[in-house]
């Protein structure tokens, strides 16, 4: 059995819109210490819409003493553009990025950007700065929803890899089946990054539901209809939530999962208790 106490956690980040939003984050991220992240990485808008502010935060989560990997997407971008953002983090010693190619909000419409998938970000992160950067990239145990089917989708991810990703952290899921035959999968290939699942808690139904719907994640019907049935109860929403995503990391842990990655939606209380459930000793 996988000893849950140093598997290497951590933590995803948005960039707050207002101070307000500033100070809920560093209040939580500071709670969040006691995890002991390897790193923290903060989601990059789209098109740029977020450039200042992921730039911001990751220099923020830095003066914590914490590692931080700024997420970076093509879409939308010019390779200047993606020049000058990856010339400034190295400039400010940022060693680490998750590369994306990203999705442009609806409505924005418009240039799709010079580089057309995240497999060329990759290859031209590694062009422009060699190995300065430990390149993270997207995996999805559930298939990303616009591929074709799932081979075609690993044999994407596998491209990925292939043009200088060093590891890859997952979407979210609820089934840990479909982590494990990914894993699985990718390991036919050839193909020996680290692949940590990704962990989204469960606190709010609605937001849950939506976010899923827009990802492809799915979640269990068994899952939904606790949760419906919860209605607007929300402490047994979280404390359903804390033991359903406890229950999944132990098994992603006992399987082999190299780590867990959080996405904490700027908050710290289901990843502490998450995490606290993982590391005490009964
Ligand atoms: P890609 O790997 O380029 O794949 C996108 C689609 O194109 C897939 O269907 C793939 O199968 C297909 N594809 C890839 N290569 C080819 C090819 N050569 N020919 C044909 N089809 C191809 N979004 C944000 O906007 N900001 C963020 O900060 C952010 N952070 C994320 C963090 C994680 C861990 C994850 C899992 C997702 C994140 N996303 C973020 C969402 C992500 O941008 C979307 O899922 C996006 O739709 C795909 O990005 P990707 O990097 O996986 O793209």
Known sequence: MTDTTTPAYSLE??????I???ERLLRAAKQMLAIHPRYVSVTFGAGGSTREGTAGTVRTLRNLGVDAAPHLSCVGATLADLRAILASYREEGVRQVVA????????MGGDAG????????????????GDWFHIEVAAY????PQADNPSRDLDHFVDKVRAGADSAITQYFFNPDAYFDFIERVAAKGVSVPIVPGIMPITNHTQLARFSQMCGAEIPRWIRLRLAEFGDDKASIRSFGVDV?????RKL???GAPGLHFYTLNSAEAPLAIWKNLTSKV
Do not use: N, W
């Open 114 to 129: 010079e580089l057309k998938y995240a497999r060329d970000l990759v290859a031209f992160i590694r062009k422009e700065t």
């Open 245 to 249: 995503v406890t229950d999944l990391c």
């Open 253 to 255: 842990l006992d399987g």
């Open 13 to 18: 980040f948005f960039p707050p819109r207002d």
């Open 20 to 22: 307000a939003a500033q």
């Open 141 to 144: 145990p559930e298939m990303h």
């Open 100 to 107: 994306l190619r990203g999705d442009l909000p609806s409505g």
